[in-house]
């Protein structure tokens, strides 16, 4: 079966530091991959997604970046943080087929200081 | 603007009542899926629909997708606090990306 693991599972950083927020996925090939921002218990919003390796589609212009380095791994990162970077990121994939549904990792908790 | 909208944001209600969650939108989507979120946690599906009027059940849950493939409503039958928490519905825009709703806030008090 299929898995999806994300880390770390919380981290507070001090406004300016970087960032690198890692998701991988296990049990599938040539997977979707997405990362979303939550608001405190309000819907997602997507950041960025990649049908392949080395793809990726920004949706939002922001502070940050993704990298997909390997077929089942999807990096978030930024250079410098800043305190609008708070939030809950999820990293999600699906298979590549058209029209198959999203499974999410259990989410980090990004605090900026 | 929110592209899908869903109503109510939150409802708290006691266990056993009858409870309808209601996503709208101006937009026609290929399909939607309805996810349930534990604080803390990421969604985790529930239902996928993808023809118009399309009714899915899982227990005590029904789906609904609109006639136009525009809207859906998820109905919760003799609700349980197991029910608490944030239902998401998202709808397929393109191949590859979904739109998510704000979310309804969900709480069954025993």
């Known amino acids: 079966s299929q898995t999806i693991h994300q880390w770390p599972a919380t981290l507070v950083q001090p406004v300016g530091s970087p960032l690198s927020l890692e998701c991988t996925v296990e049990g599938t090939s040539n997977p979707n991959l997405y990362w979303y921002r939550q608001a405190a218990g309000r819907g997602l919003q997507l950041l960025f997604y990649s049908v392949g390796i080395g793809q990726i589609s920004s949706e939002v212009p922001q502070n940050l970046s993704a990298s997909r380095p390997q077929d089942r791994q999807f990096i978030l990162s930024s250079k410098k943080l800043l305190l609008s970077d708070s939030g809950f990121y999820l990293c999600?994939?699906?298979?590549?087929?058209?029209?198959?549904?999203?499974?999410f990792g259990d989410g980090t908790r990004l605090s900026i200081l | 603007t929110q592209l899908l909208e869903q109503s109510p944001q939150f409802l708290s209600i006691q266990e056993g009542e009858n409870l309808t969650v209601y996503c709208n939108s101006s937009?026609?989507?290929?399909?939607l899926q309805w996810y349930r979120q534990e604080p803390g946690e990421g969604p985790v599906l529930l239902v996928t629909v993808v023809t118009g009027g399309e009714v899915k059940k899982l227990k005590r849950l029904t789906f609904q997708f609109g006639d136009a493939r525009k809207d859906s409503s998820l109905h919760i039958t003799a609700a349980q606090p197991g029910d608490t928490g944030l239902y998401l519905c998202a709808g397929r825009r393109g191949a590859q990306k979904l739109v998510f709703g704000q979310g309804t806030r969900l709480t069954i008090n025993p």
């Open positions: 937009s026609v989507f290929s399909s």
């Open positions: 999600a994939w699906s298979p590549g087929s058209y029209n198959q549904p999203q499974h």
